[in-house]
């Protein structure tokens, strides 16, 4: 009898609310999950949280356990705003729990209010302040130690991946990806011997962007709105090819060859780590403001809403 394969769960996963670039509806993702006899699935989208909610519902309506995250753009310095240019590395926040989910809506909106320059940026220093009940992955090829092999920097990509553990010992780990794509052949086999020379686990994921895989183009399109740009061109930002789609447990095992047992048995294992539930049954999710007495909070955003809509359409519409 053959060894049974570990179950794999998707933990980098763009949807509909990875704004013109992913292009997975939520409840025909969380569907497929279903379909593919997978125990979870997580939500990433970039810089946002915008679909946490919606997606949490479709999860526990659909029988499948949420995995709360988003994919940060991380700096040194978040409130540095001089270099536009300035490599945003691309990192991958998981919560293990509702305190994790504090944490992260934290640094989300630490990223939109203070942080943000060009994109939604949080830094490592407020990371480190804000990591409980968080896991770290490291990243697809726009995290900064991917970026750093790529240019030939081991030792600077050992000093992000030293820093990361420093900050989420065992809840770090090191990010496999593999698109059929020539940086991630040459990336892959150095991110592997860093994780073994400093400890730290390896994970498999699939960068997720769409369902299916023939929904690709119609994903190609929406990133050609995104840049302004026509499909035809041949200067824009392409996806190397047409495998960011939910992946199937056999497709990823077969993807990750002998490293595959133990980077999608991770996956498996923070599944398990996760246990977030941030919206009871009968929660109050509007946010509580010190009002006048005998004043209603839902009436008073209500009227406050309704005045910001009249005073914009004012200034819009002609006299």
Same mark, same amino acid.
């Given at each position: *009898?053959?060894? /049974?394969?570990?179950?794999?769960? +998707?933990? +980098?996963? +763009?949807?509909?609310?990875?704004? $013109? ?14 379909? $593919?006899? *997978? ?8 810089? @946002? ?12 309506? =659909? ?6 995250? !988003? ?8 409130? @540095? ?9 691309? $990192? ?14 934290? $640094?989300? #909106? !630490?990223?939109?209010? =203070? ?10 220093? &407020?990371?480190?302040? +804000?990591? /409980?009940?968080? %896991? ?40 496999? =990806? ?9 990336? @892959? ?6 994780? /073994?020379?400093?400890?730290?686990? &390896? ?14 183009? *119609? ?7 995104? *840049? ?10 392409? !996806? ?7 992946? #199937? ?15 999608? #048995?991770?996956?498996?294992? %923070? ?9 009871? /049954?009968?929660? @109050? ?21 309704? #005045? ?12």
């Amino acid at each position: *009898m053959a060894d /049974k394969k570990p179950q794999f769960v +998707h933990l +980098h996963v +763009h949807t509909e609310y990875s704004l $013109l670039d992913g292009a997975a509806k939520i409840s025909t993702l969380v569907g497929e999950a279903k379909r $593919l006899g *997978m125990p979870a699935i997580a939500i990433t989208d970039h810089g @946002n949280m915008y679909g946490t909610y919606k997606f949490y519902k479709e999860c526990k309506k =659909q029988g499948i356990k949420p995995i709360i995250g !988003f994919e940060a753009y991380c700096v040194d310095d978040a409130l @540095n705003k001089k270099n536009f240019k300035e490599h945003k590395g691309h $990192l991958v926040l998981l919560a293990k729990d509702n305190t994790g989910y504090i944490n992260l809506c934290k $640094l989300n #909106s !630490f990223s939109w209010v =203070q942080g943000f320059y060009g994109k939604p940026r949080i830094d490592y220093g &407020l990371l480190a302040k +804000h990591s /409980k009940g968080l %896991i770290c992955l490291s990243g697809c090829l726009g995290g900064h130690i991917p970026h750093y092999i790529m240019k030939g920097m081991y030792d600077e990509a050992k000093k992000y991946a030293l820093r990361l553990k420093e900050i989420f010992g065992d809840d770090f780990y090191i990010e496999l =990806q593999d698109f059929d794509d020539p940086d991630c052949d040459r990336v @892959n086999p150095v991110l592997i011997k860093l994780a /073994k020379e400093l400890g730290i686990e &390896l994970i498999a994921t699939n960068d997720v962007h769409y369902v299916y895989k023939e929904d690709a183009e *119609m994903q190609d399109v929406l990133m050609c709105v995104e *840049m302004k740009k026509t499909v035809d061109d041949p200067d824009r930002m392409k !996806f190397p090819s047409e495998e960011f789609y939910v992946k #199937s447990h056999d497709e990823m095992y077969e993807l990750f060859g002998e490293i595959a047992s133990t980077a999608i #048995s991770n996956t498996l294992k %923070i599944a398990e780590k996760c246990d977030c539930h941030p919206f009871g /049954k009968n929660k @109050n999710l509007m946010p509580v403001y010190p009002l006048d007495k005998g004043i209603d909070n839902v009436e008073y955003f209500k009227k406050l809403v309704e #005045s910001g809509l009249k005073n914009d359409m004012g200034k819009l519409l002609p006299r």
